[in-house]
């Protein structure tokens, strides 16, 4: 499963 | 977190601070679009549906709480309570902003960094937001008189986002593989549609005269 990108910001 | 990115998170925090006090304590909400407001409550709703699946941080989930019911009681307040809507001006604030929601449905359907239901979503309130200062600005340039709390409004709410292109490069000069495009080019096209408000808005604050977008 590709990583999924982090989703940190707003 | 960088110091960039915090100061955008405050200078949104800010601004969506200033218009619920606005709104809240003089109970008006003249200059205001509730179309622009609409907008930023979809594009929040589509954000972070992730809310509920992925945990980053108490402050990341807090923000986007915070985020989500401020958008969404702005709305409330500008249709729904008695005082507060008869303050706000239904014929100026006429863009079909119902014609900005479907392109960026179709752009966040053609173009995406992964074809699930969340990313698409995702993509589409990142395109969304680019846009939804439309009905504000053209708000703007239709009130003679624009109010202070309504022009620092939508002055911290350009400037959010700015210092979101500095956290960008900043990220992408420290986090390897830290590139993202679609959120770039999206964020940065935000930002340019402020640049002539934020041209008046300096000219008024250096000449200390009212705020007066040209016709």
Request: overall charge positive; hydrophobic content about 45%; glycine content about 4%.
């Amino acid at each position: 499963l590709t990583q999924s990108y982090k989703k940190d910001e707003l | 977190m960088n110091i960039f990115r915090l100061a955008g998170d405050m200078t949104h925090l800010a601004s969506v601070l200033v218009l619920l006090l606005k709104i809240h304590t003089i109970k008006s909400c003249a200059g205001v679009s509730l179309k622009t407001q609409e907008l930023y409550a979809i594009v929040f709703a589509t954000r972070y549906l992730d809310i509920f699946t992925s945990f980053y941080s108490i402050y990341n989930t807090l923000m986007k709480l915070i985020f989500l019911g401020s958008s969404f009681s702005i709305v409330w307040y500008m249709r729904y309570h008695k005082t507060v809507r008869r303050t706000y001006d239904r014929e100026q604030d006429t863009f079909r902003h119902w014609f900005l929601v479907l392109p960026c449905l179709l752009l966040a359907l053609l173009i995406h960094e992964k074809f699930t239901f969340l990313e698409v979503l995702w993509t589409f309130s990142l395109y969304l937001e680019a846009v939804a200062i439309l009905p504000q600005l053209v708000l703007l340039q239709r009130t003679r008189n624009i109010d202070n709390l309504t022009g620092q409004y939508v002055f911290l709410l350009g400037g959010y986002r700015g210092f979101y292109i500095l956290n960008w490069i900043y990220r992408y000069l420290t986090e390897p593989h830290f590139v993202h495009w679609i959120t770039w080019i999206a964020g940065l096209v935000q930002t340019l549609l402020y640049a002539d408000f934020f041209y008046y808005y300096f000219q008024s604050w250096k000449n200390n005269k009212k705020l007066q977008l040209p016709a």
